[in-house]
């Protein structure tokens, strides 16, 4: 089993900026993608970005430019600094991990963007 906390979630002012982590632990694989999806309130889960072992990223569109998905194999830790934030953005952030064929996910961190 793979365990993920995330933190780094709160209220932000549009325009400012937040840096998400989630840390992994327990039986941990080399070869792995991690990356973070979002659901806003009365909204699918909406992917991201992610991030593989070799360092290769994806990101969603609507996100593109802003956001950045970086990880630490050392700690096991993904982040994702999100940058010029808007109200859209409003959502909880869920952390995953893939690996060896199963996909793990963290309880979430809620991303307020108001005024």
């Known amino acids: 089993q793979v365990q993920l906390v995330e933190s780094g979630g709160g209220l932000v002012q549009p325009g400012g900026s937040l840096r998400l982590s989630c840390a992994a632990s327990?039986?941990?694989?080399?070869?792995?993608?991690m990356g973070w999806y979002r659901q806003a309130p009365g909204e699918q889960r909406e992917f991201v970005a992610r991030i593989d072992n070799n360092g290769f990223t994806n990101y969603a569109g609507s996100v593109k430019g802003r956001f950045t998905i970086s990880r630490d194999n050392a700690r096991n830790t993904v982040y994702l600094q999100m940058n010029n934030l808007s109200p859209e953005d409003t959502a909880v952030y869920y952390c995953?991990?893939?690996?060896?064929?199963?996909?793990?996910w963290g309880k979430g961190t809620r991303v307020t963007v108001s005024p």
């Open positions: 995953y991990r893939e690996q060896d064929d199963a996909t793990y």
């Open positions: 327990g039986r941990i694989f080399s070869i792995n993608t």
